[in-house]
T-cell receptor, first 113, second 114 residues
Framework: DTEVTQTPKHLVMGMTNKKSLKCEQH?????MYWYKQKAKKPPELMFV???????INESVPSRFSPECPNSSLLNLHLHALQPEDSALYLC????????????FGQGTRLTVV | AQSVTQLDSHVSVSEGTPVLLRCNYS??????LFWYVQHPNKGLQLLLK??????LVKGINGFEAEFKKSETSFHLTKPSAHMSDAAEYFC????????????FGAGTRLAVHP
């Protein structure tokens, strides 16, 4: 199984809502990532978890809150988002070194209204 | 610092003709390099990877890339384009450190015409 599964595929939320994005992998990978991708741009790294600990936070606003409950799951909790946060949110996983590829999920298309 | 430059933002080819997508990298040590493809509203799929083994790397769907250290290049090629190859292509370098921090190029949009 080389899949990274993200749910939901699409999400529309108001600026006062609280929602969560979910990501799951069963490849035994110990590094998991959240990326944000705006239209016609490359993905931008938001967070890296390594062995279930937050290793990198790329100065992401606190309205985005990541969580890694176990080695297979990664969540992104959303609260009080702005319309400019509308984007494709991609989850990825990889082995715990820098020489192997990352596997990406299909993404969650988020629209903030 | 590591970086990736994709030399063309758009490439247009006819079906059945060769594809060349150009990528140059900057790295202070031997890098891991990847090409990913992204179809509209989809996630990223790995096409191929270079991790200091053979310099000519073969990937999925007939794509291949050659790592040229002297030119700091990792260009992606395919002998004959297919309509289904139309997509966005990203050249990526890895910044290692116990996890995989990927540095993305700006992307090249490949259009394939009948």
């Amino acid at each position: 199984d080389t899949e990274v599964t993200q749910t939901p595929k699409h999400l529309v939320m108001g600026m006062t809502n609280k929602k969560s994005l979910k990501c799951e992998q069963h490849m035994g990978h110990r590094a998991m990532y959240w990326y944000k991708q705006k239209a016609k741009k490359p993905p931008e790294l938001m967070f890296v978890y390594s062995y279930e600990k937050l290793s990198i936070n790329e100065s992401v606003p606190s309205r985005f809150s990541p969580e890694c409950p176990n080695s297979s799951l990664l969540n992104l909790h959303l609260h009080a988002l702005q319309p400019e946060d509308s984007a494709l949110y991609l989850c990825a996983s990889s082995q715990d070194n820098g020489w192997t590829e990352a596997f990406f999920g299909q993404g969650t298309r988020l629209t903030v209204v | 610092a590591q970086s990736v430059t994709q030399l063309d933002s758009h490439v247009s080819v006819s079906e059945g003709t060769p594809v060349l997508l150009r990528c140059n990298y900057s790295s202070s040590y031997s890098p891991s390099l990847f090409w990913y493809v992204q179809h509209p509203n989809k996630g990223l799929q790995l096409l191929l990877k270079y991790t200091s083994a053979a310099t000519l790397v073969k990937g999925i769907n007939g794509f291949e890339a050659e790592f040229k250290k002297s030119e700091t290049s990792f260009h992606l090629t395919k002998p004959s384009a297919h309509m289904s190859d139309a997509a966005e292509y990203f050249c990526v370098v890895s910044l290692s450190g116990g996890y995989n921090k990927l540095i993305f190029g700006a992307g090249t949009r490949l259009a394939v015409h009948p």
